[in-house]
């Protein structure tokens, strides 16, 4: 089980350039999460998929930010263009079903936007 | 608004004795509830969970207590060791399976 992967580790760009962060889930499962890490905000839910399609996007901060999973294997996290403020840990998350089962995380891209 | 909140931005303690995260939320829509432990460099990682119908739970070193008229959940570690510091994250869920997270309490394991 090669856990949820994502890519790239670390992004560092320029301000109002296109930033494209990737996960690959756990093979079965059918539930994938995208969350932003920041000091002063902890973990936020930014969006999350069932079967790829997308339940609740209310955590996206602004239109710039897009999400999409094209299947059950991939998915894309967008921001563009990006901003200093848009600097932080980006972690993608996935689990077999709903309700109670654990979220298995990848080990997150962290991007610097300067 | 934050409906899982970790007041507590850090907590040390000193090895073998008792650490105690604490964890408020404000949902009252939540009805499971989990602990989840952060290394450096790496994902978070799953702890130990509990759902609403109980007010204890578990697991070899770790214990979840949840106080349901207090919205208030509590992990125990006994004994602390050094390899438990990390960052301690609580999360709640309930209805359309959105899993909200806390800040996170960093703990330190002094020898």
């Known amino acids: 089980d090669a856990g949820v992967i994502q890519s790239p580790r670390h992004e560092v760009t320029e301000m109002g350039q296109e930033v494209t962060l990737r996960c690959k889930p756990i093979?079965?499962?059918?539930?994938l999460f995208w969350y932003r890490q920041t000091m002063m905000r902890g973990l936020e839910l930014l969006i999350y998929?069932?079967?790829?399609?997308?339940?609740?996007d209310s955590g996206m901060p602004e239109d710039r930010f897009s999400a999409k999973m094209p299947n059950a294997s991939f998915s894309t996290l967008k921001i563009q263009p990006s901003e200093p403020r848009d600097s932080a840990v980006y972690f993608c998350?996935?689990?077999?079903?709903?309700?109670?089962?654990?979220?298995?995380f990848g080990n997150g891209t962290r991007l610097t936007v300067t | 608004d934050q409906q899982v909140k970790q007041n507590s931005p850090s907590l040390s303690v000193q090895e073998g004795r008792i650490s105690i995260l604490n964890c408020d939320y404000t949902?009252?829509?939540?009805?499971?509830f989990l602990w989840y432990k952060k290394y450096p460099a790496e994902g978070p990682t799953f702890l130990i969970s509990?759902?609403?119908?109980?007010d204890k739970n578990e697991d070899g070193r770790f214990t979840v207590f949840l106080n349901k008229s207090a919205k208030h959940l509590s992990l125990h570690i006994v004994p602390s060791q050094p390899g438990d510091s990390a960052v301690y994250f609580c999360?709640?869920?309930?209805?359309?399976?959105?899993?909200?997270f806390g800040k996170g309490t960093r703990l330190h394991i002094l020898p």
């Open positions: 998350a996935s689990r077999q079903g709903l309700g109670n089962s654990p979220l298995h």
């Open positions: 093979s079965g499962h059918n539930s």
């Open positions: 998929f069932n079967n790829n399609v997308p339940i609740d």
């Open positions: 949902n009252s829509m939540f009805d499971y």
């Open positions: 509990i759902s609403s119908i109980k």
């Open positions: 999360a709640a869920s309930g209805g359309r399976d959105k899993i909200i």
